[in-house]
């Protein structure tokens, strides 16, 4: 009986911390079904940075060579791409055994989109010294540049001692600190094309005599793969026995792009990848239950006002919205629930030229400003002065007409009523 009771109270607890590490973004999103094998994950729209769904998103944990996204656009951003540079032997040297490397050699020349392809695709760690060296000089000082970067993207619990995710009990970040610095990455057209590359290859050198071939080691892009993902886009593997399986992985799908990072993923009960695993079920949970809205039209009329100093034809005047809005929102949501804030200039006066911009309208949705100018739907002329005395004169005119007309009117009944009674004591006398 005891033991009955023991396990029915283990498996209370059991399901109880299943249910709390697995949470949503809002208490309306649909329940999912499906069991997270990462330590720490998240699903998070690329376009907002709304997080859709997670599981201890906020839990340090070692990113492995996904850090290799962060080195990766600070070199975009900081080198000419065309440009060559040649390994120093400290960079060769600084990567232990046992890490994947690209077989440079010391001295050999290398553009730097070749060392980037080498870097994203293949997880060549060497390459990630060379760029640290070139760009700050030291590993140390490339290490505080990143760690800066970070910063500025938003991530709070992350910490850089390597440009290339060599472990260390120091080198550490997050699922939703990696999501802020992959969106950040994937705005970017070269790292965007580099990471979404089935493979790549390159001629020989001087001082390697051989074509290089990789393949990227992310298995979504692979059709061959029993993990491809047909809607994916990239982005980055990662692994260390103390790190685990790591991934940070991209897919787009009717105009919506997410973005799915998994840390220290265990294996699944059958002896899959659980990375692959769980980032195929987060991404089929976002494009099952989300969608692009749109809540604007350009075009929409929002306000109606008066104009000083406007002619009569032209004094009223609408306000549009000069462009579309929109966002990622459950399938289920009713858009028209939106509430706009509308600002519009004082003292709007003529002349005002068509699609001038008189306010804008703007939406607060899950903390993100979405807003659009309002802008004249026509030109709106000026009433000149002597348009203006001219209808004066008129209403003048109309005015002493109308009174003259009136005046006329009671004269004509004032004599009509004389003429009545001098008719009448003429046929009074008569009768007498």
Known sequence: MKKRFFIIILLIVTLFNLYTTLSFADDTVPDSDFQIYSAGSVLMDASTGKVLLQKDMNLQLYPASTTKILTAIIAIEKLDLTSKLTASRSAIMAIPSGYSNAGIKVGESLSVNDLL???LIHSANEVGYIF????????????NLMNQKALELGCTNTHFTNPSGIHDVNHYSTAYDMALIAKYCMRNETFRNIVNKKSCKFSATDLYPEERYFKNTNSLLDSSNRYYYEYA???????????????????KKDG???IAVMLGAEATENGQSGRYVDAKNLFNFGFENYEIKKFLNEGTKVAEIKVKNATKDTQTLNLIANASLSTT?????????????IEIKENISAPIAKDAILGKISYNIDGIIYEADLIAENDVIKSNFIETLLQILLAIIVLILIAEFFSHKRKKQKNNK??????????????E
Request: glycine share 6%.
């Open 117 to 119: 392809e080498m870097f």
């Open 233 to 251: 886009i990239g982005i980055k593997t990662g692994f260390t026995t103390q790190a685990k399986n790591c991934l940070i992985a991209g897919a």
């Open 329 to 341: 929102f459950q399938s289920n949501f009713d858009t028209t629930s939106l509430i706009p804030s």
């Open 132 to 143: 640290a060296e070139e760009i700050s000089g030291n590993i140390e000082n490339f290490a």
């Open 418 to 431: 004389k003429n009545l009674r001098k008719n009448s004591s003429v046929y009074k006398f008569n009768l």
């Open 256 to 258: 919506i792009e997410l």
